[in-house]
């Protein structure tokens, strides 16, 4: 009985692990086709934070456009948890594989810093996208949008619904998440300069749940009647306040902007819940970021201006902090929601 | 029962006198009166607790909660607990979303789907927990993960965005009330009552706190251990598949993380609601009293703009209180 039980839970175990391995291996089909093969190809690895959400797929099809225009390798790996850990083995093996170039948009940016620094010493170019990791040894870092450009873009869109005045409140995610606190500084600092009959009643965290910016939004509501406006902060809690509207049957009296994905807000686009989904061109972000690694690899050095191709025509670059920035955020609204597939 | 009194006939014989349980236990009463002081200076302090919108809303946001902790309560009062309920929330959810905006199904069938698919995954647990003889923390844990490797599959690499409002009957909107309270919540209570009632009156009710205060004695005395124990896992996960359907609600946007953290939230207002975590005692009215708190506690912050961490430091209090009194009183009753 005792070693039937035994056995019983060995098989239960072993089931579990077969299960989460092939969930593991299956998830990599790129990786074999960029580790072998003795081509000269220049061979460009992006690991995204979490693989399978929209926003780093969306990333990766424009990675995998520019590949096949320029001729290099791309290799898209991530881990199914937006853990570090995760990461840091996925990097580790990409070092070990000696890609040309290693593109990593950091879950932590401290503990990669010293992860990057392996991978140099092992003689790999290495850079970030999207998320950035000061004070690691990468040799660029592409930058979707600056803190000025999506604070601005929020407050405009926002306020221009409003009016130009009025009270609003910002759902925000992680309360430690530092590109958005660095948004939400500048919309402090925009609406005080630019609005001054406009103001920001309070900044709740919903972290990165949906139902839970949902409540919260409503809680903003009751909490302030005469509230007229609110802003998600992030992919979650975009569509969440522009839901909360609709429930509270307030479109038309409160407004809301948030930087959401275009086919996420879709619906709130089109019943007026949401004014404006602010965020920048994925797919383009893709792009460049494959572009740069390329230019890396080849050793090309960056002019300040630079012509990546005919969406992208002048891609500034600073050469203090190694920056690249994509340009100027993206204003989604119901007219040109529907040419973003993502 | 009547089968087995044969081989057991030196223990005491089953006594005819119904269990002097009283109708509201001690934590129950204490967290009516801390809920209802919060309430009462909630309502003099602002006057934007006491609007309809208010408390819609926190019943709307207690409801899925609530419903989860009617079968978690059952579990952990048979001395096991269930933290996969998050990841059996999102694939209940993930597929129902899927058959809602693709193809097409009405309310009924998806909450039949949902609640369907709940039973299975939750009846997987049972199985692990009642005949595989490990512990259900480690069985749990593993089909968290296991659950939510599966979810991700359904998903593919998409988030489902523009889900159709199919369940706003029990939706968090103004078509999701009745009398002005949302369905979500009539149907908790309804839930609970029965379940309540089950728990007390009914034999197979009573003897999940048989098997939870002592699994073998309860199956020297006749109690089929392995079935209360399945039934358990397998109500929990019907709970998940109703509480998936109220948290779609008006449709909207499902994301790969979703239900991440819920385990932990239940089994909060659980913990809080005075069942005890090492099994054998407990009620779902305390359930119910205890995300209720919660939800109260968690709007509160935001009504009074406050810091939203602080809805983290009070959750932690009110655990640590709950623990903290059980405990107390095992070690009476023990020293008595």
Redesign the interface.
Known sequence: MRVR??I??AV??AL?GV??LS?CSQKNPDAAAGGGGGAKRVSVAFVPKL????YF?AMNTGGQRAAQELGIDWIYRGS?TADPGAQTEIVNSLIQQRVNVLVVAPNDPDSMAPVLQEARDAGIHVMTSDTDAPGSVREAFVNQATADGVGTALTDALLGAMGGSGKYAIVSCG?TAANLNSWIEVQRKVTAEKYPNAEI??V????????QS???A????????DLTGLVGECT?SA??VA?AV????KVGQVFTVGLG?P??M???LDNGSSSAAILWDVEQLGYLTAWAGKQLAAGTPLQPTNNVSSALPAVKWTDSDKQLLLGNPLRITKDNVDQYKY | MTATTGQVDQAPPVTRRRPRVRAIEGQEVALIGVTGLLWLVLSLATDTFLTSGNLQNILFTVAPIALIGIGMTAVIVTAGIDVSVGSQAAVVMVVIALLVRDAGFAFLPALAVAVVSGLVLGALNGLLVAYGGIHPIIVTFGTLNIYRFVALQIFGSEQVAGVPGAFAPIGGGAEGRVFGVPVAWWLTLVLAAGMWCYMRFWATGRHLYAVGGDAFAARLAGVRVRRRQISAYVLTGACVGLAACVLIGSGGLVQQNVGAGLELRVIAAVVIGGTSIIGGRGTVLGTLLGALLVGTVTSAVTLLSWPTELTQLFIGGFILVAVGVDLLRERRRSAR
């Open positions: 039980r035994s019983t839970a239960a175990v579990a299960v989460a969930g693989q399978g959400i929209p797929e199914t309360q009643v309070d709740v965290y919903a972290g990165e749940d949906e139902a949902v409540a919260m409503k809680d903003l509501m009751n909490a302030h009647p979650a569509p969440g839901k609709t429930e509270a049957g994905t086919q996420s879709k619906q709130y």
